[in-house]
């Protein structure tokens, strides 16, 4: 069974910095790779995903994925408190089937 | 463009008691979901259905846990005799064929005491 992986837990940044956050999962045929936004009381809304390795850039955000470390990353350039979520990673193992992790909690501080 | 639809939004029950979630997808998409999110933890998938028929409910957590969906559209999810262990948000989704992004309503929150 897929293992999903989140690094930081929780994370804070200051209004208009860059926020990092990481994840590695264990299943190298994992189809794309799904990141997810969650607000408190709301469901789990798609962000971006990626299938090929390198990167995809989609306006303030940009991911990473390296196959053969099993390791995906997200970047929110220009980080705004609207932004403070939690953000969960999401591989689809083929047919839509989404495993998620434990999510990082993002605070944008103003 | 209506999204998922889930019902109630809250549910407190005393252990040993039965509840039931419904579901109503978006139009047209042929997939549904159910997950199960703990507080502080990313969801699990339940069970999902293609149409009417059931692909995967090899993670529904005991038979005390039963999902429908009869006519390919809406969904029951229900729990016979809830424990405190299921206290947690249920989350149902659903996708459209061929396009792999899956959208979720907003959830049933479930406490038992």
């Known amino acids: 069974q897929e293992k999903v992986q989140q690094s930081p837990e929780s994370l804070i940044v200051p209004e208009g910095a860059m926020s990092s956050l990481n994840c590695t999962f264990s299943?190298?045929?994992?189809?794309s790779i799904w990141w997810y936004q969650q607000h408190p009381g709301k469901g789990p809304e798609a962000l971006i995903?990626?299938?090929?390795?390198g990167n995809k850039k989609e306006g303030r955000l940009t991911v990473y994925l390296n196959r053969a470390s099993l390791h995906v990353s997200l970047h929110i350039r220009d980080s705004q408190p609207s932004d403070s979520a939690v953000y969960l990673c999401a591989p689809d193992s083929g047919y839509n089937k989404l495993t998620f992790g434990k999510g990082t909690v993002l605070l944008v501080s103003p | 463009e209506a999204g998922v639809t889930q019902s109630p939004r809250y549910a407190v029950l005393q252990e040993g008691q039965a509840v039931s979630f419904w579901c109503d997808p978006i139009s047209g998409h042929d997939t549904l979901y159910w997950y199960q999110q703990p507080r502080d933890q990313g969801p699990q998938l339940l069970v999902y259905?293609?149409?009417?028929?059931?692909?995967?409910n090899s993670q529904l957590p005991s038979d005390r846990f039963s999902a429908v969906r009869p006519k390919g559209t809406n969904s029951t999810l229900k729990i016979q005799s809830a424990k405190q262990g299921d206290t947690a948000t249920y989350l149902c989704a659903s996708s459209f064929p061929g396009n792999t992004e899956v959208f979720f309503g907003k959830g049933t929150r479930l406490t038992v005491v």
């Open positions: 259905f293609r149409d009417e028929a059931v692909i995967d």
């Open positions: 995903s990626i299938f090929s390795n």
């Open positions: 299943n190298s045929a994992s189809q």
